[in-house]
């Protein structure tokens, strides 16, 4: 349980199984932390990249990021973002590359490529509808049918898991048509892994009251971004174990495959 909700930046070791720990960081113009003081490379918003049309130069930013992030000890990226442009006033517009579903997916796909090839994670986010950053943390709830969402806010994540081969996704804060992201099987586990092939884990946004541990090892989110209800979330899956053994069993089971899958992919184990 802990290795699955203590995911905040980082996996943990398991020191009995010969498990290192992992290093995840944000952010979208370059590696970033809140924690503590960090060099590195500054690059131009993803809507100013998205404005060159060039394929090439997302490959040559995430390929440089890839770089970085080796040299830092990072094994993880929370980047980069493909949700949509929805209004001009979007408060994270900065970290999304276009209103286009087709350049966001093909921009992100480039920048994906370049930095796996360095052996990290990109964990492309945020799956998905998350346009609006007001209330965004408080359970947003956000409509569309299956026509809109399909063709315009998952369009770009299916370019970028297709094309890029992403190891890491991120779901989103939104609450779709009622439900959570992360805790969506059919967006997590029906469209995401089923249709569109992607192999690797899936982390949460940062965790706040309304993102519950037990939902999302059951529902395809297997590491939980958790700075703050830790304690309560391990709480959550002990009282779920108990009403559902198997089924949670099950879930924990197949979050640390997901995760330690991605892991293995990187510099951390090869």
């Not at 390929?63 to 830092?72: F, I, L, S, T």
């Not at 806010?153 to 939104?174: D, Q, Y």
């Not at 946004?205 to 700075?227: P, Q, R, S, W």
């Given at each position: 349980?802990?290795y699955v909700v203590k995911g905040a930046y980082q996996t943990e070791a398991i020191d009995r199984l010969g498990i290192p720990a992992s290093m995840l960081l944000d ?67 900065f970290e999304y590359f276009s209103e286009d579903p087709l350049l966001s997916g093909k921009m992100g796909a480039a920048v994906i490529k370049g930095a796996q090839e360095q052996d990290i994670i990109v964990f ?147």
């Amino acid at each position: 349980m802990n290795y699955v909700v203590k995911g905040a930046y980082q996996t943990e070791a398991i020191d009995r199984l010969g498990i290192p720990a992992s290093m995840l960081l944000d952010g979208p113009a370059g590696l970033n932390s809140f924690f503590k003081k960090f060099k590195a490379a500054s690059f131009p918003s993803e809507n100013v990249l998205a404005a060159t049309w060039s394929n090439a130069l997302g490959y040559e930013m995430g390929e440089v990021v890839g770089k970085e992030a080796k040299v830092y000890g990072v094994h993880g990226w929370y980047a980069p973002a493909v949700n949509l442009h929805r209004t001009a006033m979007g408060g994270r517009n900065f970290e999304y590359f276009s209103e286009d579903p087709l350049l966001s997916g093909k921009m992100g796909a480039a920048v994906i490529k370049g930095a796996q090839e360095q052996d990290i994670i990109v964990f492309m986010k945020h799956f998905a509808m998350n346009d609006q950053e007001k209330n965004a943390r408080s359970g947003l709830y956000v409509w569309g049918n299956e026509q809109s969402i399909r063709e315009l806010h998952l369009r770009p994540f299916e370019i970028a898991v297709k094309e890029g081969k992403n190891l890491g996704t991120m779901s989103s804060f939104s609450m779709i048509n009622g439900k959570w992201a992360g805790g969506n099987t059919e967006l997590l586990n029906d469209v995401l892994r089923d249709e569109w092939g992607f192999k690797g884990m899936v982390s949460s946004d940062a965790v706040f009251g309304f993102m519950h541990a037990d939902d999302a090892i059951v529902a395809g989110n297997d590491l939980m971004l958790d700075t703050m209800s830790a304690p309560k979330n391990i709480k959550r899956i002990e009282q779920a174990y108990k009403a559902d053994p198997s089924g949670t069993a099950l879930g924990l089971r197949t979050s640390v495959h997901n995760i330690l899958y991605a892991l293995l992919q990187t510099y951390l184990i090869k």
